[in-house]
């Protein structure tokens, strides 16, 4: 046996998509990006989305879109990945570590309202390993403290909280597409909202500065002779990055797109053979507070155990890769400079193993994967007796 940890689920639909990209010979930003955005948008229900390279860059230009002056605070859950926190220093932002909850593993609420002060202007709730954090009370404390509300949604791409989208909770939402998310294009992200006026200056900010509309606007009525002899002319008025998405990318995300809640359901009926599986093995719980009712979208299934470290070369050595998510940031040399405390996060991450939960995974490399669980539990028990 030899069983990775994430596997992207790609075929046939990706391949006949890229065909047509191959045929059009056109790579770049074109109208496959816009396809994909407007299927994005329908699909969260959303009013606009924009594409681009990954969800850091959506992460990253999401609180740009605010232009909030340097020095401010945004708030961070300690557990995530590097991005949310590096998004905020990116925009000469300061961030502040909120502490996890014991049980779920998402931004504890409690701690969050303790971080809050006057300086903080904005707060990154992450649904980690998809498990939402309860948005309709984020929502309400950021309101009272007039916080802008950014969900990075890079494991949850297609789940929903309480009936409505995740990604459409907050004033902006970001998705990632990179190879081991929940749907991928390779690399790739989303940046959604509601709000056009509020993401419609990002465009130039994705495509090096380069603003088109702008100039069609201010010097020359679109199809008049002006307008044709200048076909070429663009005008760059802010300091943009190479963040776009192009059409290759969007290809895949088109075919990922339709098969996203198959994926979704695929990981959910594995999630609950694990859970099955784990439940009567001693010293063994999951990660967070899977449920399964219907239309959640984790990203992985994991596990925590006292015995992390030998559980996972344990694991190794049988064949079955594991992974750790995530290390806290404020241990991390870069974060340790904003190092608050968050004291649940720093000991639960200990025990925290990340299984194998990809779409393409069988019955039998579950089982196999639980069989392992077993056998090591038992023998660590005599162990200790
Ligand atoms: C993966 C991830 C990102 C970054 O996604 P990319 O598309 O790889 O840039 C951001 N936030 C979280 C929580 C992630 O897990």
Known sequence: MNIRLFRPSIGQEE???????FDRAWMG???LVSEFEAEWSRYIGCKMSIGVNSATAALHLAL????????KKVLVPAITFASTASAVLYNNLVPVFVDV?????VMDLE???????????????VHNAGYPVPMGQLMEIAARHGLKVIEDCAHCAGGAYNGKMLGTWGHIGCFSFEEKKCMTTGDG???????????????????????????????????????????WHYDISVLGYKYNMNDVMAAIGLAQLKKLDAMNARRRAIIGRYLEGIKNIEGIKPYTAYSLRGKE??????????????????LKHKGIATGVHFYPLPLHPLFKT??????VAKEIWKTFITLPSHVELTEEEIDYVIEAINVFSKEHATLIS
């Open 338 to 343: 904003w190092d608050n405390g968050c004291p």
């Open 101 to 105: 909850d014991e049980e779920t593993a």
């Open 64 to 71: 740009t879109a605010f232009h909030f002056p340097a020095g």
């Open 297 to 314: 979208a984790y990203w992985f299934f994991g596990i925590r155990s006292a015995n992390r470290d030998e559980l996972m070369v344990y």
């Open 111 to 125: 701690d969050l309202q303790r971080k809050i002060d006057a300086d903080c202007v904005a707060v990154i709730p």
């Open 15 to 21: 391949l006949d998509n890229l065909k047509g990209v």
């Open 189 to 231: 992200g989303m940046i959604c909202s509601d709000d056009p006026e509020l993401l419609e200056p990002l465009k130039p900010y994705r495509w090096v500065g380069i603003d088109k509309d702008t100039w069609r606007r201010t010097v020359a009525a679109e199809g008049s002779q002006e307008d044709e002899a200048m076909h």
């Open 29 to 31: 930003l074109g109208p």
